[in-house]
């Protein structure tokens, strides 16, 4: 166990609609992460946070968002879901904004969009 | 540009005998290089890192890796493979270019055949 928490660990929606992801970092990380896995792109590094303010932006959509709450936690919208949108959605936190430390992973939340 | 090739999509391997896994990767700075495993719906898990210190790696469960500049290499190896290794494995680097996001190769599934 990681410490990281995400939820839902399952969410299954129709195209075009929007869903919202949490996580949790581990006590006392500053630093939130979120990743993208699906079969034909890979693992793809998202948008960073660090103590609330955006650090780093990876291969994100316009359609998606994130933010990171004074509780450190973060949320990542996607809407107007798509079928290719349908992936495993990681969440990873790290004490640091600095990407040269550890990063905890936690279990992802699987969505598929139909 | 930075770049991280895993050259091998597959591997198999006997129980007990050594296990190798190669990455490749270009960089115009100086990277720092990961490699993450990620059992079977289970979230990532560093295995060992590589940030400018020795270049021959030692991480958990066994594994270790040599960081080779000449030869833009960081392959991951252990003596003599377990039942348990079985699973995904993730071969990432991180630079200045990038911002110090993390680029995940497509991954090696590693199989152990008793």
């Known amino acids: 166990d990681s410490g990281v928490t995400q939820t839902p660990k399952h969410l299954i929606t129709a195209t075009g609609q929007r869903v919202t992801l949490r996580c949790s970092p581990r006590?006392?990380?500053?630093?939130v992460y979120w990743y993208q896995q699906s079969l034909d792109q890979g693992l793809q590094f998202l948008i960073q946070?660090?103590?609330?303010?955006?650090?780093a932006k990876g291969n994100i959509l316009e359609r998606f968002s994130a933010q990171q709450f004074p509780d450190l936690h973060s949320e990542l919208n996607l809407s107007s879901l798509e079928l290719g949108d349908s992936a495993l959605y990681f969440c990873?936190?790290?004490?640091?904004?600095?990407?040269?430390?550890?990063?905890?992973f936690g279990p992802g939340t699987r969505l598929t969009v139909t | 540009a930075q770049s991280v090739t895993q050259l091998d999509s597959h591997v198999s391997v006997s129980e007990g005998t050594p296990v190798l896994l190669r990455c490749n990767y270009s960089s115009s700075y100086s990277p720092s290089l990961f490699w993450y495993v990620q059992h079977p719906n289970k979230g990532l898990q560093l295995l060992l890192k590589?940030?400018?210190?020795?270049?021959l790696v030692k991480g958990i469960n066994g594994f270790e890796a040599e960081f080779k500049k000449s030869e833009t290499s960081f392959h991951l190896t252990k003596p003599s493979a377990h039942m348990s290794d079985a699973a995904e494995y993730f071969c990432?680097?991180?630079?200045?270019?990038?911002?110090?996001?993390?680029?995940f190769g497509k991954g090696t599934s590693l199989l152990v055949t008793p």
């Open positions: 990873a936190s790290s004490v640091v904004a600095d990407n040269t430390y550890e990063q905890y």
């Open positions: 006590s006392g990380d500053l630093s």
């Open positions: 590589y940030t400018s210190a020795a270049t």
């Open positions: 946070y660090y103590n609330g303010e955006e650090r």
């Open positions: 990432v680097v991180s630079d200045l270019g990038s911002g110090y996001a993390l680029n």
